[in-house]
């Protein structure tokens, strides 16, 4: 069984600080790892995937995240933070055979001016 | 290229109707997903399609929703009785075969009062 768990439920930044939210996930297998993002009435918008090549992976508006097996850790990084930036933040985990998606609860952005 | 539509955005029903919604993917992928997102929570994968077939519906609640995709492109997922619990927003993803990112449409936020 595959599972994510996000360790905060809200991260709250002054714009132009760096942004830390944090994952770890639990897979049985070689696991993809993505992160979602999710504007307020909006659908769900893929920030970056990690598909067992290059560990730091990039991703849109400036974000990265870095894959750490050994603290089985996926954490979303983005150094200067927007107040576009403001949304909710999902963690997902995939096993590689069958491609099922499994979602944190959600991390909350609040962006202050 | 055009993203996955979904139709309506917004639904109000009391509870013990009956409710529909539609779902159209992005041309040529052949994974169709319906997720309910209740407040506060991550997507729950309801059900998967290959092109017309199920490939998992573990999760959804057979004795009031039922899906189908007869020609392999578009969806409808339908909810009959709706009860209270079943208020939240239903996000309708796709991909292409073999691909672990899945694309989401904007998803339809059902209330039943």
């Known amino acids: 069984a595959q599972s994510v768990t996000q360790l905060d439920s809200h991260v709250s930044v002054s714009e132009g600080t760096p942004v830390l939210l944090r994952c770890n996930y639990s897979?049985?297998?070689?696991?993809?790892l993505f992160w979602y993002v999710q504007h307020p009435n909006k659908g769900l918008q893929l920030l970056l995937k990690y598909t067992s090549a290059a560990t730091l992976v990039k991703g849109i508006n400036g974000f990265e995240a870095e894959f750490k097996k050994s603290e089985t850790s996926f954490h979303l990084t983005k150094p200067s933070a927007h107040m576009s930036d403001a949304a909710e933040y999902f963690c997902?985990?995939?096993?590689?055979?069958?491609?099922?998606?499994?979602f944190g609860a959600g991390t909350t952005v609040t962006v202050r001016a | 290229e055009a993203g996955v539509a979904q139709s309506p955005r917004y639904k109000i029903i009391e509870k013990r109707q009956s409710v529909a919604f539609w779902c159209n993917p992005i041309s040529g992928h052949a994974t169709l997903y319906w997720y309910q997102q209740i407040l506060g929570q991550g997507p729950k994968l309801l059900i998967q399609?290959?092109?017309?077939?199920?490939v998992d519906d573990s999760q959804l609640p057979k004795d009031r929703f039922s899906a189908e995709r007869l020609k392999g492109v578009d969806s409808t997922l339908k909810i009959q009785p709706a009860k209270l619990e079943d208020s939240a927003v239903y996000l309708c993803?796709?991909?292409?075969w073999g691909e672990g990112s899945q694309y989401f449409g904007p998803g339809t936020r059902l209330t039943v009062l």
């Open positions: 993803a796709s991909s292409p």
């Open positions: 399609f290959q092109n017309n077939g199920v």
């Open positions: 997902v985990v995939s096993d590689s055979n069958d491609y099922k998606l499994s």
């Open positions: 897979s049985s297998y070689s696991p993809s």
